[in-house]
């Protein structure tokens, strides 16, 4: 039977357009699917929209829009932003938290954690910032300020129901340690281990009373569920869980849980803590860092992000998925300027593969047969294995160098006038090599990938990519 592959990313906050960090996780999670499902796993790939909570019902409200009608149609620009004709992110389903079938499900789960004894009913009160959706303690703030949303955070007092985390802890710091729980890369692994042992799990307010656009509570109707507790559940649901224990989809649980680090704590705590009570197996989580603009986060909240739509426009598909997973180390936070993305783009896909193919192309006019030649092969699944898609271009692009060295090197230009034998025997290297770099393409640059092997075959190329001014 072939090895089941179950990838997700984070579900997308619906109160803005999507933007280049949500681009840049999903790209990622879908050059590991593409390249799973070469490998022939049995991939699913899920990716959504998270619909429900305060800050959606507050800006639906300032829209002047029925919540419904506001998420319908920004759930659609995430689904146009993923299209064939803008990343190309292939995924297997795309779930929306306002979906009915996730809706009932998440209301099942609810009654078996109340069943278990995992929630009772409670008081809550503490800082609660919007941008966040969650509760703070006091030394996260800048006075009184969120600082990854520039936003105050508003005290909040209130009857609701909680999730008790503090009875999970033990087991949960173990589960991580011995790696039951896996986060990667290391770091993000011991520093949820430093929090977990500096800090006592404080009980959860899984629900709240004043808010509307939520799922009302199966046992306290008064109540919206915690848009957090719902989110977490699409993960489950987009698989098409029904929330009943003997339905637990195969797929389960996630091999890749691909998330930014600012939405680490609550995987790494939470969500693990619902998995135990559930009594269902921990998934493994992989952390990214974030895009940066001049040092800080590129938020629309902080109005410094590079749109997305104008990377798409300048770079093409193939460009965009390229420049962004070549940025920087994949984990690592990465500092991006329009100015350098010209600059890499020109470099790296203009000069680089789009010469080394019209080059290879041209030259392959003058061969009299076209026998297969050997290459020097590529391997890439070491580092995609280890989450490394920049890694993998690297090794990529270390090939193309080659070539075209290879190429300056050997003059088949000359050759082709002076030494017949040589020149063919150049020329099938050049193009075994071109295949396998063409072959190892196909995850992150699908098209791209496509059309060097159509050049090869019909030895006519298009110019690839245009330099940028
Ligand atoms: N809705 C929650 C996630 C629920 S998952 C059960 C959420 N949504 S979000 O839209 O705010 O962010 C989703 C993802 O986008 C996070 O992984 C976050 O790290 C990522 N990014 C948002 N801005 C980013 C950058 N500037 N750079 C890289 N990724 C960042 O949180």
């Known amino acids: 039977m072939n090895k089941k592959f179950y990838i997700t990313t984070p579900i997308y906050y619906v109160n ?3 933007h280049i960090g949500h681009a840049y996780t ?6 590991l699917a593409r390249f799973k499902k ?9 990716t959504g929209t998270d619909e429900h909570g305060l800050k959606i019902q507050k800006i639906a409200e300032k829209d002047g829009k029925d919540p419904q009608k506001f998420v319908d149609e920004v759930a659609e620009e995430f689904k146009n932003l993923w299209s064939k004709e803008k990343l190309n992110i292939k995924y297997d389903k795309f779930i929306r938290t306002s979906d009915n079938k996730h809706k009932q499900a998440v209301q099942r789960v609810l009654e078996i954690l109340k069943e278990k004894g995992a929630i009772e009913k409670g008081t809550y009160n503490g800082l609660y910032c919007e941008g966040c959706e969650q509760f703070k303690n006091e030394n996260e703030l800048v006075a009184g300020k969120c600082p990854d949303h520039d936003m105050i955070a508003e005290n909040i007092s209130e009857e609701c129901w909680v999730l008790k985390m503090e009875d999970k802890q033990a087991e949960l710091e173990e589960k991580i340690k011995n790696d039951e729980f896996e986060i990667r890369p290391e770091r993000y692994k011991n520093e949820v281990l430093s929090f977990l042992k500096d800090n006592k799990l404080k009980n959860i307010s899984i629900s709240r009373s004043n808010v509307k656009w939520g799922i009302p509570l199966p046992f306290d109707k008064e109540q919206t569920t915690y848009v957090w507790i719902d989110a977490f559940l699409n993960y489950l649901t987009g698989l098409g869980w029904d929330g009943n224990l003997d339905n637990i989809p195969k797929e389960w649980p996630a091999d890749v849980q691909l998330l930014g680090k600012d939405i680490l704590r609550v995987h790494a705590t939470i969500w693990p803590i619902m998995l135990l009570y559930l009594g269902m197996d921990l998934p493994k989580l992989f952390v990214h860092g974030h895009i940066l603009s001049r040092g800080k ?34 984990g690592d936070d990465v500092d991006v300027t329009m100015e350098r993305l010209i600059e890499k783009y020109n ?5 680089g593969l789009g010469n080394l193919v019209s080059r290879v192309v041209k030259l392959m006019d003058n061969m009299g047969d076209v026998e297969a ?3 020097t092969g590529i391997n890439i699944s070491k580092c995609l294995d280890d989450i490394r898609p920049d890694e993998a271009l690297n090794v990529i692009w270390d090939s193309i ?13 000359e050759l082709v006038k002076t030494d017949e034998n040589k020149f063919n025997d150049t020329m099938k290297e050049l ?11 196909v995850p992150f640059m699908p098209e791209t990938s496509e059309k060097i092997k159509k050049a090869l075959e019909i030895k006519q190329t298009e110019s690839l990519f245009q330099r940028i001014k």
């Open 16 to 18: 803005a357009k999507p």
């Open 26 to 31: 999903t790209v990622a999670a879908d050059v």
């Open 38 to 46: 070469l490998q022939g796993e049995k991939v699913f790939f899920l």
């Open 297 to 330: 986060k590129m938020s629309k909240t902080l109005g410094n992000a590079i749109a997305i739509e104008e990377m798409l426009e300048k770079f093409g598909t193939d460009g965009t998925r390229y420049l962004l997973l070549s940025a920087g180390v994949f």
């Open 347 to 351: 470099a790296d896909l203009a000069n």
């Open 373 to 375: 030649g050997v290459s």
């Open 401 to 413: 160098g080659k070539q075209n060295k290879y190429i300056e090197n050997s003059k088949p230009w």
């Open 431 to 441: 193009m075994a090599n071109l295949h396998v770099i063409s072959d190892s393409l």
